[in-house]
């Protein structure tokens, strides 16, 4: 339960417009787009690297936001509040985690 309370201090939670969500696409950001979401990753977990070339952001971004998505999956489980999930792919994670 601890973890759970400390991801605000991992990553930030709940990214917004014109930050990117969705693990998938951090390959097709453009070097600006991605040194500014991990800048504001950055700004909840200090050791988030902003340097290096844009494939290296694009995959360590890549990396903190399907971390993000699972851990906002178990969140939801071990509270017991399910969220809306914007992709059938969190869906299958779903009835994977609870086994249905």
């Known amino acids: 339960m601890e973890y759970i309370k400390e991801l605000d201090k991992k990553y930030e939670i709940d990214p917004r417009p014109p930050l990117v969500e969705q693990p998938r696409v951090c390959a097709r950001l453009s070097v600006a787009a991605l ?5 504001a990753h950055r700004a909840k977990n200090p050791q988030i690297l ?6 290296e952001m ?4 890549r990396s903190i936001l399907e971390m993000r998505r699972m851990d906002m999956l178990v969140r939801d489980l071990v ?8 992709e059938e792919e969190d869906e299958d994670e ?6 249905n």
């Open 94 to 99: 779903k009835e994977k985690i609870i086994g």
């Open 79 to 86: 509270l017991g509040v399910w969220g809306e999930f914007e």
């Open 58 to 61: 694009a995959e360590r971004l």
């Open 50 to 55: 902003l340097s290096g070339g844009k494939a």
């Open 35 to 39: 040194q500014r979401n991990l800048a």
